[in-house]
C-alpha cells in the first residue's frame, strides 16, 4: 500500500513552478520568453481572455491552460502543476493564499483507519479489538500508529501485516493486564 503523502501549496509556489515550466517551453521553441512577444501572445491571448497582455496578468487557472495550450510536448504538460479550486482566480501581486483542500478531514476520531481496513474479516476483527482497547484505556489512536512505529518501524497501523497487528493487540492485552483494565482469560 502507497502512502498517501498531504501537501499545502501556497499560490506563489504554483506560480513559480508555472513560470519554470512556460520559460523552458519558450526556450525548447528558441523563443526566450521577453523575445518575439508577438509570436506567443496569441496563445496567451487565447488562455487568457482577450484582455491579456502578458503572463503576469493571468489567473493561475488560465497559466495551466496557457501550458496545455503551447506545449508541443506531452512530458511538459505533466509537470503541470494542479491548481485547486479556491487558487484557480489568484494572480501575481494579490496576498498569497494557502490551499485547504489537500487535508484530510478531521473526523470524530483522528488517526482512525479508514473503514476498508475493517471490512475484512481477520484484520477487521483486531482493528476493531484495537479500537476497543483503545478507547477503554482513553488513549488515542496515535498510540497504536506510535506501537506500530516502535515495534516494526511502520508509520500506520493499516499499513502493518496481520502477523504484525496480532502483535500489536497482544501488546494491549500486556498493557491492560499491566494496569488492571483486563477481564479476559
Known sequence: MRAIQIKIRRASEIYALQNRIIHAIMADAGMPYTQYREDWMEAVRMAGGKKAKGLSGLTLGHRRKLIFAISPM?????????????????????PDMISGSFR????????????????DPYVGKMMRKIEAMLAEAKRPWKYAHDMAKHMYNIDRLEWCHEMQIHDIVAALVYDAKRHGRWLGK
Open 74 to 94: 506531452k512530458g511538459k504538460r505533466g509537470f503541470n502543476p494542479a491548481v485547486p479550486p479556491e487558487l484557480s482566480g489568484w494572480r501575481k501581486g494579490d
Open 104 to 119: 484530510r478531514p478531521g473526523g470524530k476520531f483522528p488517526g482512525r483507519p479508514a473503514d476498508r481496513f475493517f471490512d
